[in-house]
């Protein structure tokens, strides 16, 4: 059975950092990708930034420059630095099998998901 769960939320202030963490397990080979999304109150679900067993990653581009996604074996970090109000949301950790040459941001591309952890950022 396949698992996720993700860490690491909080509050900070505008232009502060937080780093969010979040561990898989259950699955049979390292031939899976990762992802970030993040919902806000009344948004639809978006994808933050994901990553292949290879390392390759894909940026949506409010956070270009600002977060910074990374993996190691069955652990994924993003690395969230000067943060802004709009940032705010519940963060969610998504995986899935398969191989992708850009790791996709669209949840529907993703069926494992955690619970999400919460960041809020005040002004």
């Known amino acids: 059975q396949i698992s996720v769960m993700e860490s690491g939320g909080g509050s900070v202030q505008a232009g502060g950092s937080l780093r969010l963490s979040c561990v898989v397990s259950?699955?049979?080979?390292?031939?899976?990708?990762m992802g970030w999304f993040r919902q806000a109150p009344g948004k639809e679900r978006e994808g933050v930034a994901s990553i292949t067993n290879y390392d390759t990653t894909t940026y949506a581009d409010p956070v270009k420059g600002r977060f910074t996604v990374s993996r190691d074996n069955a652990q994924m970090y993003l690395e969230m630095r000067n943060l802004k109000p709009e940032d705010t949301a519940m963060y969610y950790c998504?995986?899935?099998?398969?191989?992708?040459?850009?790791?996709?941001?669209?949840?529907?591309?993703?069926?494992?998901w955690g619970q999400g952890t919460q960041v809020t950022v005040s002004s």
């Open positions: 259950g699955f049979t080979s390292g031939n899976y990708y």
């Open positions: 998504a995986a899935d099998v398969g191989y992708w040459r850009a790791p996709p941001l669209s949840a529907s591309d993703y069926i494992y």
